[in-house]
T-cell receptor, first 112, second 111 residues
């Protein structure tokens, strides 16, 4: 069984540009979570999907971040326009049973 | 303000020694999880504890959830180099809609 995959593994963009991160959850997992860790800080929750519906998006930093999960399969997280403080590692996790999360390897985003 | 405080932040020990990592909060959680993360990879779930006072064992690892469901500990017996990694605790809200992570304990076990 394939695990959670994330693309790209690393992205370097300039301030003001747009970046879209993609997460493919484990097949059949209805729950999909986005997290991020900025340098020196703890992993912070961004939002939670159940199928295509946003269950909790209280962790989204501001309206420059947009997450979608059309069709309830893969998800995208778009940052537009990117700022320096958006640099960090963005993790995606999926689960079928509540709480039993499987994490992807993360996307390292560097905004210069 | 960080919801979950982990201690110590760094731990370097010799193979065969025992160690305990702590995860403390002033908030109550419906459950608490422990993860292990290696460089370049995402966290891997080790255990979920749900009941106050619960103790779970996973080979040489013993996990305990505090009676008040605010804190937890991870004890490793006879540590091995393969235990090296970043250990993270995470508290879940009542509906598993979101999780709060501690900043982690970086463990290095020297052979």
């Amino acid at each position: 069984e394939a695990g959670v995959t994330q693309f790209p593994s690393h992205s370097v963009i300039e301030k003001g540009q747009t970046v879209t991160l993609r997460c493919d959850p484990i097949s059949g997992h209805d729950n999909l979570y986005w997290y991020r860790r900025v340098m020196g800080k703890e992993i912070k929750f961004l939002l939670h999907f159940v199928k295509e519906s946003k269950q909790d998006e209280s962790g989204m930093p501001n309206n420059r971040f947009l997450a979608e999960r059309t069709g309830g399969t893969y998800s995208t997280l778009k940052v537009q326009p990117a700022e320096l403080e958006d640099s960090g590692v963005y993790f995606c996790a999926s689960s079928q049973a509540p709480g039993k999360q499987y994490f992807g390897p993360g996307t390292r985003l560097t905004v210069t | 303000t960080q919801l979950l405080e982990q201690s110590p932040q760094f731990l370097s020990i010799q193979e065969g020694e025992n160690l305990t990592v702590y995860c403390n909060s002033s908030s109550v959680f419906s459950s608490l999880q422990w993860y292990r993360q290696e460089p370049g990879e995402g966290p891997v779930l080790l255990v979920t504890v749900v009941t106050g006072g619960e103790v779970k064992k996973l080979k040489r690892l013993t996990f305990q959830f505090g009676d008040a469901r605010k804190d937890s500990s991870l004890h490793i017996t006879a540590a091995q180099p393969g235990d090296t990694g970043l250990y993270l605790c995470a508290g879940a809200g009542y509906n598993f809609n979101k999780f709060y992570f501690g900043s982690g304990t970086k463990l290095n076990v020297k052979p």
